[in-house]
């Protein structure tokens, strides 16, 4: 069965420093979505990306984050300095259109 | 703007019994819902998608209604198992008729109980 892919399961970072958090949606997808986690608390929205543009973003996702769609099939989420409070758990997930969205195992963000 | 809440205690309950969920949202109804799972340090698993003109929906061992005029899900799992024991969230479009992203309540855990 087709599922969506993330690497690194885990990422530890400095304070400051540039992450890439990547992502392979189920290959006949159009939409993709990045959503994180933070210990204990529920999931929240960040982006959405359709036919290569973002198609709505979080007021968390300010100037310091970024996707791309940089070959077809991958789909990244970068983070260019990372804060403490940036630490959570991030899914990447996609849908055909239906309304439901498959998710990814996520990565585990530790910034130190 | 849309809020929705989950029962944030565990729900702790007998193998084999059912176990009931409840998924109340405040503002507008939205044109569907949807009941993931969610185990520790892992990703949401679509369970079920239920949409505005459905009362309930069925598969396998779980049920789903939706009453918009309570604005309130339920989700029922029947014959429980220990391996059903994960929390269960409700998420739902931001806006009516909305199709992009998905606002997820905070989820029950549910443990069962051999």
């Known amino acids: 069965e087709p599922e969506v892919t993330q690497t690194p399961s885990h990422q530890v970072t400095q304070m400051g420093q540039e992450v890439i958090l990547r992502c392979v949606p189920i290959?006949?997808?159009?939409?993709f979505y990045w959503y994180r986690q933070i210990l204990g608390q529920k999931v929240e929205f960040l982006v959405s990306?359709?036919?290569?543009?973002?198609?709505?973003k979080s007021e968390i996702f300010d100037d310091q984050f970024s996707v791309e769609r940089p070959d077809g099939s991958n789909f990244t989420l970068k983070i260019r300095s990372t804060k403490l409070e940036d630490s959570a758990m991030y899914f990447c997930?996609?849908?055909?259109?239906?309304?439901?969205?498959?998710f990814g195992p996520g990565t585990r963000l530790t910034v130190l | 703007s849309q809020k929705i809440e989950q029962n944030s205690e565990a729900l702790n309950i007998q193998e084999g019994k059912t176990a009931t969920l409840t998924c109340n949202y405040t503002n507008y109804s939205p044109a569907y819902l949807q009941w993931y799972r969610q185990d520790p340090g892992r990703g949401p698993v679509f369970l079920l998608l239920i949409r505005e003109n459905e009362k309930e929906k069925r598969k396998e061992r779980l049920k789903v209604t939706f009453d918009t005029t309570l604005k309130q899900s339920l989700f029922h799992i029947t014959a429980s198992q220990p391996a059903d024991s994960a929390t269960y969230l409700c998420a739902l479009p931001p806006r009516p008729g909305g199709y992009n992203k998905l606002i997820f309540g905070a989820g029950t855990r549910l443990a069962v109980h051999p």
């Open positions: 290959s006949n997808h159009l939409y």
């Open positions: 997930a996609s849908s055909e259109g239906s309304g439901v969205q498959f």
């Open positions: 990306f359709y036919n290569n543009e973002i198609s709505e």
